[in-house]
């Protein structure tokens, strides 16, 4: 007999609540011990430049400086989440060739470590680094011509990763088409703007590990770099999160990690270090500024029987997770539709600007913006509703997607699609209806409605190792009295600990008061994967859930207490063909539609967003308040992403490294409604029916603003973000102007 779900559905309150609204909740700047120093980088003075040599002696002299570490004290002088091709410290001497070049200004060249703050950050200061310049280049279709400055020997034109898609016959698909549209679409960088900068702290445990608290995405990964760098075995470091406020993609790679623990490593004492919003800003990635040129073919019933797209995306001056994200844009490119023919040319490429990394979406929200604008310019070329349209080319159950292979089952996105035009401004009798927009009185305000839809993967794609570790302890003798869940998963801010234990507790068959939580330790867990690509309810509650079974048997075999550990592996997936693009990507996905009401100040440009319908099929909402939370959350992120967010960089400098003029929403930049509506078609695969939500939201929402803006004004805004001087200059080249 099955149990009814107890705690799954519910809108339990998170764990954390109290502590959070209270200021308790510890973050890992809030940490101190017995005898700490303090650590401070000094970073590079150059985006391109061999270091010749680094004279730390008056550093070192300075009064309180305990310690002072350049290139050559580094065991392993590497780092990189998916590529080990950054120096931890760059500078001569060092273990790895070529270290002793900065390619950016983000590159550490070296760290103090000192008895305050203050003197770390004068030592600084005081180190004199002698820079032989080399050329640099900063523009993302320059470093591919031949002759343009080299940043990595093994990676010629600069380009870091080139995928291609070849589906079909390009020749007879455009033969086919009735109506052509084509565009050009370019998308800015991002910061990922996290409460509490980079921070944390560094000491020897009791057992003699190094130590490090501190915010991230993925404690074993953190262990495994730091580790790595350090020459340690895995076990001889230990990593803990303490509360993080917020992620995003921002925290995957390292900032702070290693530093604190070749620090500590050399010292033998507790070190601390906390970044200023400056330097978060200045010193770790960003989302991708990527350009898509595009164009699309359609019969005049509007079936898509073309796409062809080039996607360029600027990696900065190392991969990060620049080859996965472009991966995704790739796949992204063609949006949730079905098409015969699909060519497509996608590159990462290498520049002397600040490295590009994850940020929720992870390069589907690029894509999007060129998806979605096209398919509105089509529905406008056709003359049809964009809803239809995109109902009659929608992937569905069965679909193949651009690579040539049939979509994992369980594709709503079709009813997604219907579900977001009813619950918005659509009506559905002869056809698909749009309501008509009420326009102000002040005829330099027009309203307008948009409409995007989008996907986006559950899990890591195309073959990257995905699985998911959780234990369950059950304690009690003739009844199960407690229970304790371990599961290495970071809670980021998004309440993941909290939907962990619901889903344990109905695993079990307990209330969730007899749950107990533990995690955010290396010494505690095994690894869970990180806390990225909406995975986490999706793994970890397959792998509670598997782990519980377990713990269950051994119970009834009488074992007390009864415990189980689990691994949980989810289809695999596979790598694109290097000619063709033919791969099986992903294993899940969740699937959204977005309508929006925009008002466009046609005299100063100023886009402001009013309403916004966000549907989103999200399997089972576990936590139904978590899941709006996350909607709320990522159509405001997107929101600045489409409309404010203008982060500046000029050779590689950032200008505008401050919150005073990186703009992001505040409480009056967001829209007077923001409608949630959670549908709920069950993942097969997914722990009780639950697929990933996290990123989806963010997806559509920038296309959905830029044709509400069409509608609004008859002008398409093709670049991001959709800032008041760009719009405006827009606006008057198309004659639309002060009345
Ligand atoms: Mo996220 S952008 O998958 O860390």
């Known amino acids: 007999m099955v149990e009814p779900l107890k705690a799954v559905g519910q809108s339990i309150r998170r764990f954390d609540a109290t502590s959070k609204v209270t200021g308790e909740a510890l973050y890992p700047g809030d940490f101190n011990m017995d005898g700490q120093l303090w650590l401070k980088i000094r970073f590079s003075d150059r985006a391109h430049a061999r270091i010749r ?127 052509v549209v084509e565009g050009e679409y370019s998308t800015g960088y991002q910061e990922h703007a996290y409460l509490q900068p980079e921070a944390g702290l560094s000491y020897i445990d009791e057992q003699g590990r190094v130590t490090v608290i ?87 019933e509007g079936k898509l029987v073309a796409m062809e797209a080039r996607i360029v995306g600027d990696a900065g001056a190392y991969n990060y997770t620049s080859s996965k994200v472009l991966a995704n844009a790739n796949l992204m490119a063609t949006g949730p539709y079905e098409c015969e023919n699909v060519h497509t040319d996608t590159y990462a490429v290498l520049t002397n600007n600040i490295p590009t990394g994850a940020f929720r979406g992870f390069g589907a929200p690029q894509a999007c913006l060129a998806a979605e604008g096209l398919m509105n310019r089509l529905a406008e070329a056709l003359n049809m509703d964009p809803v239809e349209l995109r109902l009659r080319n929608s992937i569905r159950e069965g679909s193949f997607l651009s690579v040539g292979t049939p979509l994992p089952p369980g594709v709503s996105m079709p009813q997604v699609i219907e579900r977001g035009a009813l619950e918005s401004y659509w009506t559905h009798a002869n056809g698909w209806q749009r309501q008509a927009v009420e326009q102000p009185e002040n005829p330099a305000l027009r309203r307008g409605i948009g409409f995007a839809c989008g996907f986006k993967n559950v899990g890591y794609s195309f073959g990257a190792p995905e699985q998911s570790w959780a234990t369950v302890e059950l304690y009690g003798n003739t009844e199960i009295e407690h229970v304790v869940v371990r599961h290495g998963g970071a809670d980021v801010g998004q309440g993941t600990h909290t939907v962990m234990v619901q889903m344990a507790a109905d695993a079990v068959g307990v209330p969730i008061e007899c749950v107990k939580f533990i995690g955010h330790d290396t010494a505690e867990t095994m690894t869970a994967g990180s806390a990225s690509a909406s995975r986490l309810t999706f793994m970890s509650g397959n792998a509670i859930c598997g782990a519980a079974a377990e713990a269950l048997e051994a119970w009834r075999r009488e074992e007390r ?65 978590q899941v709006q939370g996350q909607i709320e959350g990522a159509v405001i992120q997107a929101l600045g992403y489409a409309v404010m967010e203008h982060l500046i960089s000029v050779d590689g400098r950032i200008r505008n490294p401050y919150l005073s003029t990186y703009l992001i929403p505040t409480v009056l930049d967001i829209p007077i409604e923001v409608k949630s509506v959670v549908l709920e078609y069950a993942d097969p695969i997914g722990p009780f029916g639950a697929r990933g939500m996290a990123e989806m939201p963010f997806v559509p929402l920038a296309p959905a603003i830029a044709a509400a803006v069409k509608d609004a004004t008859g002008v398409w805004i093709d670049d991001l973000p959709m800032i008041p001087d760009r719009v405006v200059k827009k606006l008057r080249e198309q004659g639309v102007g002060v009345l």
């Open 561 to 625: 207490p009864a415990k189980a550990t689990y691994r949980y592996r989810p289809p695999k997936t596979t790598p694109y063909d290097p000619m063709t693009g033919k791969s099986e990507p992903n294993f899940a996905y969740g699937y959204v539609a977005q309508a929006v009401e925009v008002e466009v100040d046609i005299e100063t440009g100023f886009v402001r967003v009013l309403r916004v319908v966000s549907t989103n099929d999200v399997g089972k909402a576990v936590n139904p308040q």
């Open 214 to 300: 501190v915010a991230g995405q993925w404690t074993h990964e953190d262990q495994y770099l730091i580790a790595h760098a350090l020459n340690l075995p895995e076990d001889q470091v230990r990593v803990i999160y303490p509360a993080i406020g917020g992620a995003f993609g921002g925290r995957e790679d390292m900032s702070v990690q290693i530093v604190l623990a070749l620090a500590t490593h050399y010292v033998r004492r507790p070190v601390k270090t906390i970044w200023s919003r400056e330097d978060s800003i200045k010193y770790h990635h960003k989302r991708h500024p990527v350009t898509v040129q595009a164009k699309w073919g359609a019969t005049r």
């Open 53 to 179: 040599s680094i004279d730390t002696s008056a550093a070192e002299a300075l009064p309180g400086v305990v310690h002072v570490i350049t290139a050559k004290d580094v065991p392993v002088n590497e780092y990189g989440l998916v590529t080990k091709d950054q120096p931890v410290l760059c500078g001569p001497g060092s273990t790895i060739s070529d270290a002793d070049v900065v390619r950016c200004y983000m590159d550490n060249v070296a760290l103090v470590v000192a008895e305050t703050e203050a003197i770390a950050a004068e030592a600084a200061k005081l180190i004199q680094i002698d820079y032989e310049d080399l050329p640099a280049v900063f523009d993302m279709e320059a470093a591919m011509l031949e002759g343009a400055p080299q940043l990595h020997e093994d990676k010629p034109n600069n380009i870091e990763i080139h995928y291609r898609i070849r589906k079909g016959d390009m020749a007879a698909g455009w033969a086919q088409a009735d109506v």
